[in-house]
């Protein structure tokens, strides 16, 4: 009898919780499934469930949740056996979106039961966890501001850009691939796992979070307006084609500045000191349950 267990961030919302509990009872009946659904209670504590997961013989960790729930569970299951699946009750749905996960609760629940399995690699910022991307540009700043305001979702994220774009100056960059030096002054300055970063917008739309690599994607000083092509080029998929990026890959890469403040790990902020960031891919690092 497989070992699932649900863990849910508890923003999803009560009638949400009561749709979800019902499904999860129509997929995984009691004579085939022994099912635990449980809440994430603090920060961290997705990492320590998952990891308890992994020594009780856990088959699967179901994270229902959005791309910070879901990166705080995978922190617990990196190099087991136990899988990761995922059912997108975020905003962005960045790492779901990669995997082609549906955004219907059934249809993520149909795969679960499908069971196709994949291993994807991880990379690391400073040995913080990401399975989509970290940033050090003027996404991290945003994303530091965006952990204390009360908006959420897609309009609170356009509002802080709008809000923070005139008075943020992009930095002069060292950055280092694989042993390849070069200088840029950046606006954005992101290393993606994965081709997305959450409604259907790609700054790296040719990463895989199967290939084995990281690829860094340097965004030049825009004008404001510029941030409507730009937008409009991600949406498309095709922005690595334009003038507003510069597209590299690489398995290591260290990025220096004088004036680092900020690190975003998967659209969350994380603390940061110092002047330096290293990224690395750690491949195949992880089992998830994927869309055939």
Not at 36 to 58: F, M, R, S
Not at 63 to 89: F, K
Not at 161 to 170: A, D, G, H, K, T
């Amino acid at each position: 009898m497989k070992k699932i267990l649900f863990i849910i961030n508890r923003k999803a919302g009560t009638d949400r919780q009561k749709r979800l509990d019902g499904a999860i009872s129509r997929y995984f009946p009691a004579t085939e499934y022994s099912v635990e659904i449980t809440h994430l209670a603090y920060l961290g504590h997705g990492k320590d469930l998952a990891a308890e997961a992994v020594k009780n013989g856990v088959h699967t960790v179901v994270a229902v949740g959005g791309d910070g729930s879901i990166n705080e569970i995978a922190q617990g299951l990196v190099g087991t056996d136990t899988a990761l699946a995922i059912i997108p009750l975020g905003s962005g749905n960045g790492l779901a979106r990669a995997l082609k996960i549906p955004l219907d609760v059934n249809k993520a629940l149909q795969l679960i039961v499908a069971n196709k399995q994949k291993t994807m690699d991880v990379g690391f910022a400073n040995e913080h966890l990401f399975l989509s991307n970290a940033g050090v540009g003027f996404d991290a700043l945003v994303a530091e501001e965006f952990r204390h305001t009360t908006k959420r979702g897609l309009y609170g994220y356009a509002k802080l850009v709008i809000q923070r774009f005139n008075s943020y100056s992009p930095e002069a960059y060292t950055i280092n691939i694989d042993g390849k030096q070069l200088e840029e002054k950046a606006f954005l300055l992101t290393v993606a796992n994965g081709n997305q970063f959450g409604y259907e917008f790609k700054l790296a739309p040719g990463a895989s979070v199967f290939d084995g690599m990281l690829d860094i994607c340097i965004m030049p000083p825009v004008k404001f307006l510029e941030l409507i092509p730009v937008s409009l080029y991600s949406l498309k998929g095709n922005i690595d084609k334009t003038r507003y990026l510069k597209h590299y890959t690489g398995k290591t890469i260290t990025i220096t500045g004088n004036s680092l403040e900020f690190l975003q790990v998967d659209g969350d902020a994380v603390p940061f000191t110092g002047n330096e960031v290293m990224l690395r891919v750690q491949e195949k690092a992880i089992r998830v349950v994927v869309n055939s």
